[in-house]
């Protein structure tokens, strides 16, 4: 037999996902809020973006954000009046492989400005992230994560050595003498 309940739709009784947030951001945010982040210093947020960041590609997938963003919305703890006079912007959601690739950019811009672009390229949410223009983004040209990308490489070298002992010496060569290694 089938269910009647949406895989979206959280089991009753058990906070996870985006009832999860709906709570941090209305004990955190709301108004008469008392429970603080540590480090944080929320007092001047004029503007809340609630993130989802999914450990899977699904976070990329065409309407995903769309219908979670829906589902978000009408979870009954949370509404624009909660956190009043702040404003709360619609659900975002992304892999952590996008949130990983917005993270090269947040020396020179704002995680909220990177958001509120991408919501004014696509006030529906149906495309994924990296499917609609971003002016922010667009703004400072494709970025590398060097940070991802030397982790990636420390981790994966003790396994290409192994593996291919002359190829990975015929490239350390290659990279010694221009200046690479």
């Known amino acids: ?9 959280p089991p009753k009784g058990n906070r996870k996902g985006l009832e999860q947030l709906a709570e941090a951001i209305r004990r955190t945010c709301g108004r008469g809020s008392v429970e603080t982040v540590r480090g944080v210093d929320l007092s001047q947020a004029r503007t809340i973006y609630p993130l989802l960041i999914t450990r899977d590609p699904i976070g990329d997938f065409p309407l995903v954000n769309a219908k979670l963003s829906s589902v978000f919305r009408e ?3 949370l509404s624009f009046k909660t956190v009043r006079p702040r404003k709360l912007a619609p659900l975002f959601c992304l892999s952590v492989g996008s949130a990983e690739y917005i993270a090269s950019y947040l020396n020179n811009a704002r995680l909220g400005d990177i958001l509120e672009a991408r919501y004014n390229a696509n006030k529906g949410m149906g495309m994924p992230f ?3 223009e971003n002016s ?3 703004s400072f040209g494709d970025r590398e994560n ?3 990308e030397q982790a990636f490489h420390e ?4 396994m290409v050595k192994a593996l291919f002992p ?4 015929a490239d350390k060569e290659r990279r010694a003498r221009a200046g690479d290694a």
């Open 155 to 158: 981790f994966t070298e003790p």
């Open 130 to 132: 990296w499917a609609t």
């Open 136 to 138: 922010v983004l667009d």
């Open 1 to 9: 037999m089938r269910s009647s309940r949406s895989s979206f739709d």
């Open 166 to 169: 002359s190829e990975f010496a």
């Open 146 to 148: 060097a940070l991802l």
């Open 75 to 77: 979870i009954p703890t």
